[in-house]
């Protein structure tokens, strides 16, 4: 069943007309086809799995944390949009998440959660726990039992375990007894960690996660991206040193790539901009090309642009998963997930500067994607070649519904609050 064509919320028309592309009941039309689609991922055993290429869940790949928070966080989102049945979808998810028995994801042992439940000894990481704090501040915002709690839980973990107040950063891998820590540091799990603490800053009202979310946006790109042409650096030794040549034998790897990402520029882009519209809200944004905090637009609009000069496919069409620091591409493959952040930074660029050149690339790129990854199955193709054809190099199934549904929905929304503190009004 699909949400209702009324939103709850302040929409942005004018921004939406001026884009063109999908119309209101188009994007909120796909939201419900995602999620109903995404169903299929329910594991009976707890928590959710992966789904595979037809849409059925493959029990081969377990029941990752990234999958079963994501999830829970989608289906908060349907919740709030009025779907039948999200709620406990979201209560099952929570279930899951605090579940300590065997099988369970949290670990009452040693704490923190199991990168899978399946796999309790592996090590743990900061990637994972981000999305139990935005898993949390979601089921927060939709008014479900026990999500507050998880969110608080989550909070006081990455506090203790993760957070690097010196670095002004979180740190990377735990082993699972929180003993050993890994000296990687990586940008992937601060990004997502910044999105975390903004959904977090918006379900608690606590500035102080809005704040951490800027010290690492600072670090990794004002600091990092803006000495290498908004090309985002992506690994770090324990000192943060810079490990530019790191996997470069294994350069497709999913969550550690070798070189630059240029999906990560673009979601980085649209993060910038939801954190300088927090501080905005919170009146405390210096206005001005001057004020104190102008870089995060200066730096929005900077990776927006890097990454499609580096990485959009001037023959084919479509966004390159990795490029060299030079900007040459590696894995020339074309991922779901890159051209959603893509299109969602293009919709928040045009509304904050109006300029048409963002309203085009919105277009532009809604083609590819309508083209490419939808195709009649459930979800989107993850992946493809250069040439359009499904491909999995990197990425086999489709477990990823979130980066599509946020996509559906970013441009119907304001920019702050986040999702679903936005969507609960």
């Given at each position: ?316 069409g479509g966004i390159c998963y990795t490029t060299d620091w030079d900007g040459t591409p590696v894995v020339a493959q074309h991922f779901h997930w890159v051209t959603c952040e893509g299109i969602a930074t293009a919709a928040l660029l045009y509304r904050v ?73």
């Amino acid at each position: 069943m699909s949400p209702s064509t009324e939103l709850p919320v302040h929409l942005v028309p004018a921004s939406l007309a001026g884009l063109g592309g999908p119309d209101r009941p188009w994007l909120l039309g796909e939201a419900g086809r995602l999620l109903e689609d995404a169903t299929a991922s329910r594991a009976q055993e707890g928590g959710f799995g992966w789904l595979d290429a037809d849409g059925r869940r493959d029990p081969a790949h377990g029941r990752p944390l990234w999958i079963t928070t994501r999830m829970t966080h989608c289906f908060a989102l349907g919740h709030l949009l009025g779907r039948p049945g999200d709620g406990e979808l979201v209560d099952h998810g929570l279930a899951a998440l605090t579940d300590t028995r065997p099988g369970g994801h949290r670990d009452g042992e040693h704490g923190g959660w199991f990168t899978d439940p399946d796999d309790p000894d592996a090590p743990k990481g900061a990637y994972g726990h981000a999305f139990v704090i935005l898993a949390g501040a979601s089921a927060t915002a939709a008014g479900r039992a026990g999500g507050r709690e998880l969110l608080s839980d989550a909070l006081e973990v990455s506090e203790r375990r993760f957070w690097d107040d010196e670095a002004g950063a979180v740190v990377e891998e735990w082993d699972r007894t929180f003993t050993a820590l890994d000296p990687y540091r990586g940008a992937n799990a601060n990004m997502h960690t910044t999105e975390a603490y903004l959904a977090a800053a918006d379900a608690t009202g606590d500035r102080l996660w809005r704040d951490r979310a800027l010290r690492i946006a600072t670090r990794i790109i004002d600091t990092g991206a803006r000495a290498r042409a908004w090309r985002v650096p992506e690994h770090f030794a324990a000192d943060w040193t810079e490990q530019p040549d790191y996997n470069r034998d294994a350069p497709a790897h999913p969550f550690r790539p070798y070189g630059a990402t240029p999906g990560h520029g673009l979601e980085w882009a649209r993060l910038l901009l939801h954190l300088e519209a927090s501080l905005a809200a919170d009146g405390i944004l210096d206005a001005g090309p001057s004020g104190a905090h102008a870089w995060l637009r200066e730096a929005a609009v900077g990776l927006f642009d890097r990454a499609l000069a580096d990485g959009w496919d001037r023959e084919h069409g479509g966004i390159c998963y990795t490029t060299d620091w030079d900007g040459t591409p590696v894995v020339a493959q074309h991922f779901h997930w890159v051209t959603c952040e893509g299109i969602a930074t293009a919709a928040l660029l045009y509304r904050v500067t109006g300029e048409p050149r963002f309203a085009q690339w919105y277009r532009q790129m809604w083609e590819y994607a309508q083209a490419h990854f939808l195709d009649g199955r459930p979800g989107w193709q993850m992946e493809v070649d250069p040439d359009g054809a499904p491909s999995a190099v990197t990425w086999d199934g489709r477990p990823d519904t979130y980066h599509a549904l946020q996509l559906c929905l970013i441009p119907l929304l304001p920019l702050t609050p986040v999702f679903a503190s936005a969507l609960a009004g």
